[in-house]
């Protein structure tokens, strides 16, 4: 059973820093597209960062390049969000997807239908 498990959310300042962590277990995700969505109450689920299978491609929202840095780790089946001078218009549900439908290929896409997996979220808060 494929699963996507997100951690490192919690309560930062603003200029604070984050790191989230995504588990991904049941198969291996290193021939995949990995990316990372936010969801803010009242809002749709945007894109934020994405990362090709080999680490070599990313792909970042214009709200948050420079600021976050989007990593995996394919021996442990993990991929990572640091987020730093974080604001509080960052504060949101973050969720980690993959797009399992194409194997080794360097597209990372920006759009929800791109990725058809995806955890339960964890919650950042940014407080002003």
């Known amino acids: 059973q494929v699963q996507l498990v997100e951690s490192g959310g919690g309560l930062v300042q603003a200029g604070g820093s984050l790191r989230l962590s995504c588990a991904a277990s049941?198969?291996?995700?290193?021939?995949?597209?990995m990316g990372w969505f936010r969801q803010a109450p009242g809002k749709e689920r945007e894109f934020v960062t994405g990362i090709s299978w080999t680490g070599g491609i990313t792909n970042y929202a214009d709200s948050v390049k420079g600021r976050f840095t989007i990593s995996r780790d394919n021996a442990k089946n993990m991929v990572y969000l640091q987020m730093n001078s974080l604001k509080p218009e960052d504060t949101a549900v973050y969720y980690c997807a993959a797009n399992l439908n194409d194997y080794r290929n360097n597209r990372v896409g920006r759009r929800r239908y791109d990725y058809n997996y995806w955890g339960q979220g964890t919650q950042v808060t940014v407080s002003s």
């Open positions: 049941g198969r291996t995700f290193s021939p995949y597209t």
